[in-house]
């Protein structure tokens, strides 16, 4: 068996795998389709919210392959927690440079989603350890 790899099928890992994948699509059909009419009701540019959702589409496709494998890769975990991190680090940092200027459902919506993409990338790491 390689060190990089984690066999346990039902794991604690691969359901927070599975959340973040699901929490994520949603996510990304929401701020697809729905850009225009969250806009205003956020007070954020409605190309900021598609952008965000069209990154998080390759995101979730990577996901999904990491658990829905008989083996998940350490490796590819840690990249995606890593991923969970930096996204969360951002959309606060978007906050704090003044590039946007929300109202506040959109200071509620970002940091909302910021700090459950952190739940997430925590519930990563305790699935890597147990």
Do not use: C, H, K
Request: hydrophobic share 65%.
């Amino acid at each position: 068996m390689m060190m990089t790899q984690i066999l346990d099928r039902p794991s604690f890992l691969r359901r927070a795998l599975l959340a973040d994948a699901l929490l994520s699509g949603a996510t990304a059909l929401l701020t697809i389709a729905g850009a225009d009419v969250l806009s205003p009701w956020l007070a954020l540019p409605a190309a900021l919210l598609r952008g965000a959702g069209l990154v998080l589409v390759p995101y979730v496709a990577f996901v999904l392959i990491v658990a829905t494998r008989a083996a998940i890769a350490r490796p590819a975990v840690v990249a995606i927690i890593a991923a969970n991190l930096l996204w969360a680090a951002a959309s606060i940092g978007l906050l704090l440079t003044g590039w946007v200027a929300p109202g506040m459902l959109g200071y509620a919506f970002v940091i909302g989603q910021a700090a459950v993409v952190a739940v997430l990338g925590e519930l990563q790491v305790m699935g890597l350890r147990r």
